[in-house]
């Protein structure tokens, strides 16, 4: 498996079109990084839940998902299902996220993701972060949206192991659902690590991207 190194990253922007998509799709790599480097600057923007149990939820995940970080969170209101409607909106506060930081990496939603506010930010994302480091993750559910990945973030087993246990601790508003289980999280992740010859990871999905390879 050939691996890239990217510069140091100090700071991250992570973007959500709902509470736990950042924790589903990029957990493991948030507790990843925010281990090896304390102090990271985390700017996360969640585009639906403000003022209800969800942003309650996502606040106290996102804290434990980035411990040791410089972390600020931003939660909206932009009712669930319905970003389309409120295209401004959601454009406006992804812009000033970019106002309010400068980050070499940037998380976000896959613009193939059948969920049409999933769909809808990652649409956004690359006309406000046009020269980023931008890696699309994956959320696992019904409509079976799954695809081939391109970038591969291994997990630890320990770090696995917290993503799923993190994911059951923080958002007791979703444990009903069929699908939000530790056989969903951990499975997924085993299979994307044999993917990349690790036991876990986290898979990505890459726009675009500049090699140097005079250095």
């Not at 909206?76 to 400068?102: C, F, M, N, T, Y």
């Not at 999905?205 to 140097?212: C, F, G, I, R, Y």
Request: aromatic content about 6%.
């Amino acid at each position: 498996m050939i691996g890239l190194r990217p510069p140091a990253v100090a700071a991250v922007a992570a973007l959500a079109a709902h509470c736990d998509d950042l924790a589903i799709g990029a957990g493991g790599t948030l507790l990843t990084l925010c281990a090896s480097r304390p102090g990271l600057r985390v700017d996360a923007l969640v585009l639906s839940g403000g003022g209800t149990e969800r942003e309650e939820e996502e606040r106290a995940a996102l804290a434990a998902f980035c411990p040791d970080a410089d972390l600020r969170i931003t939660v909206l209101k932009i009712p669930d299902g319905r970003l389309p409607a409120h295209w401004d909106e959601a454009k406006d506060a992804v812009a000033e996220l970019r106002r309010q930081s400068d980050p070499q990496l940037v998380l976000a939603p896959w613009r193939g993701d059948a969920h049409q506010d999933h769909r809808g930010l990652a649409k956004l994302v690359p006309t406000v972060f046009r020269d980023h480091l931008a890696l699309s993750y994956e959320i696992v559910k019904w409509d079976g949206d799954l695809a081939a990945p391109s970038v591969y973030q291994p997990l630890a087993a320990e770090i696995a192991e917290t993503k799923v246990s993190l994911l059951q601790q923080h958002y007791p508003s979703q444990r009903a659902k069929p699908w939000y289980d530790r056989e969903a999280f951990l499975g997924l992740a085993r299979i994307r690590g044999i993917e990349c010859h690790a036991r876990y990871a986290e898979a990505f999905h890459v726009n675009k991207l500049t090699l140097d390879l005079e250095n």
